[in-house]
């Protein structure tokens, strides 16, 4: 195999693994962009979605889209709980207070998890047929490509709701200046509430795709792709839905590049030498404008 | 409003409170001592300490070792237990850290006085707990720790610490010479799990021995455990077109691997140790990426002197048992039989499981050699055909 064989192989590698960060950063940025929240339950939450559409699948006897669509819902639910019970009372304290209840919250979701449903990787029955192309010589495989287009689509459908409806202008608003949204009669904590339920539903997705894709799910699969999200939502600029997709991709596509050229043990440095880079020469990420913060 | 003010505080702090303690389980101490409910060990009961990764990211090796554990004394104590005691296990979570499994030693032994100690399952973490166990004079026995500094330091053995499986050299010694003998393989490449010591210490001897074999190693590389797209390095591994894969690592990670290079269209044959061995890895790579991999392990599930326990394991846990189960289980057949020749007292516990000699134990018979503290015992290569397993080669105990 020649160089610029592997060259373009790699970058498909990259896109298709990019296509999953992607996927999950979504939901992150999403919450982010509302709230100001680093959700770092997320990943956990995708864990927990993942377990659901498992459920579904192998007690429930349904197939695969029907049991997105129950984990998406189930999942959305405890999303909504869980701004209920630890985010929601500590609205006005200060943010650290909020970041750390969110690493606490990922904590509980994943040993609370591993009670439950004990530590042992569970595997997705074959629920998708998995096709590989090969195309002059290039592997492409057929879930990787769906992967990539419902990612494309949620990013759309996500974008869509946060600029063209009432939702997504309360949303906006919200963001804004929440207590003076509430004043222009936005039920703020009925937008945060919503907020969290459509970004673990997404995140749910994450979970059921990956899950099906890589055939495996356990109940700590969602530390370091909920890491590895959360740096590709900074690099696009934490907050911007497409630039949590082309984060997503550029970073898949580096750790490809560097894993097949370099070594694949500086992979994860690669990843987060990357976030390091972005948070000191541009913080608010590829998409990001400069805002003057405001006081 | 369902809350009043007043009431939502209090909801929130003990929802601060829940998480706060979630948040804190990774950072305590070796735990209370729970009621220090063994301090009646010399009574009717002798109590003996599981210290196993519960939680954390070896859970699902430490949790089947204690589960294989708890099946042998089990058997033991409905047959009336030992020496007309019955056997207590009381379990300890190492977490799989090895800071954690040193706490859980040290609170089996000084809070629970437990006479010797089982576990944990992971190389590092018996590593550990080794000196504790040394200095207290309490006996272990590491069930499925293949590295052979978990028995040896500076070139003396541990009087206190043994194992229940074969070591690391003898793995990556058997898979060089059938890559080089039975596969007629010349060149090969290595993908190696940075994160684990026994995965680097196997591929480092898998080298030598193969390169002794007359083979060349052409090219290694590395992934770290819980990755799941092994993509990138599988298709740099691709460009060295080599004979084999050299693969030691466990199951998990191994299934995704084996899937995704048969996807790339890499079909050379891949080997691995006893890390594959686990009914999962054809429900993760699927039966047709399987064909054409090898991997040697502890015993072959086909075998005539292993049905006994295959089938007490089942009727049990009403799933297969892995090669952990199966370890954990001889580890606990291990140290009854040495409790039974002579007591408790923890010298004579120490002097008879060095002196065991033709042990039936759950996957076949053991000796153990007392220069090393590694128990004689063969190896089998399995090839994985169509999901199932076949029995390629055994090899002998030596000596």
Known sequence: MDFMHQLVQQLINGVSLGSIYALIALGYTMIYGIIKLINFAHGDVYMVGAYIGFAAVTFGNISIFPALLISMALTACLGMLVEKIAYKPLRHAPRISLLITAIGVSFFLEYTSMYFVTPTPRTFPEVMPNISFNVGGFIINGQQLLILSITIVLMAILTYIVQKTKLGKAMRAASFDTETAQLMGVDSDKVISMTFCIGSALAAAAGVLVGVYYNTIDPLMGIMPGLKAFVAAVLGGIGILPGAVVGGIVLGVVEALVAGFLSSTFRDAAAFAILILVLLIKPSGLFGKNTNEKV | ?399
């Open chain 2, 1 to 399: 409003m369902f809350f009043s003010k007043k009431k939502f505080r209090l909801a929130s702090m003990i929802a601060c409170g829940i998480l706060a303690s979630a948040l804190f389980t990774g950072c305590g101490g070796g735990d209370s001592a729970g009621g220090g409910g063994g301090e009646k060990a010399a009574g009717d009961e002798i109590v003996i300490g599981a210290n196993f990764e519960l939680t954390g990211n070896h859970a699902q090796y430490g949790a089947n070792a204690n589960n294989g554990l708890k099946l042998a004394i089990k058997e033991v104590n409905d047959a009336g237990g030992v020496n007309g005691k019955k056997i207590k296990i009381v379990e300890a979570d190492a977490k799989s850290e090895a800071a954690e499994s040193v706490n859980a030693a040290t609170k089996l032994i000084s809070d629970d006085k437990v006479v010797a100690l089982i576990g944990p399952a992971v190389t590092a973490n018996v590593i550990a707990e080794s000196q504790v166990a040394t200095d207290n004079m309490v006996p272990i026995i590491a069930p499925a720790a293949t590295n052979p500094d978990v028995t040896v330091e500076n070139g003396e053995v541990k009087p206190f610490v043994f194992r229940s499986c074969f070591i690391d050299p003898q793995q990556s010694e058997v898979m060089a010479q059938f890559a080089a003998k039975d596969l007629n393989a010349k060149t090969a490449v290595l993908y190696l799990d940075s994160s684990s010591d026994y995965s680097k210490s196997l591929g480092k001897i898998f080298k030598e021995k193969f390169e002794a074999e007359g083979g060349q190693v052409l090219m290694e590389e590395a992934f770290l455990a819980k990755d799941q797209d092994f993509k990138a390095a599988l298709t740099k591994l691709q460009t060295a077109n080599a004979d084999v894969i050299f693969v030691p690592a466990y199951y998990e990670e191994v299934g995704k691997i084996v899937k995704q290079a048969r996807e790339l269209g890499i079909t050379s044959a891949i080997l691995g140790t006893d890390g594959w061995d686990d009914s999962k890895v054809v429900d993760i790579a699927g039966k047709d990426a399987l064909n054409n991999t090898y991997f040697c392990t502890h015993y072959f599930e086909g075998d005539e002197e292993v049905q006994g326990f295959i089938n007490a394991y089942k009727a049990e846990y009403k799933n297969d048992p892995n090669v952990f189960a199966a370890l954990g289980y001889d580890a606990g057949k291990m140290l009854v039989n040495a409790i039974e020749r002579d007591g408790t007292d923890s010298e004579k516990i120490r002097a008879n499981i060095e002196s065991i000699k033709d042990l039936q134990v759950g996957t076949g018979k053991i000796t153990m050699d007392a220069a090393t503290h590694n128990p004689i015992k063969g190896i089998v290569v399995i090839e994985t055909k169509d999901g199932t397993r076949e029995l390629r080669a055994k090899i002998a105990p030596e000596g």
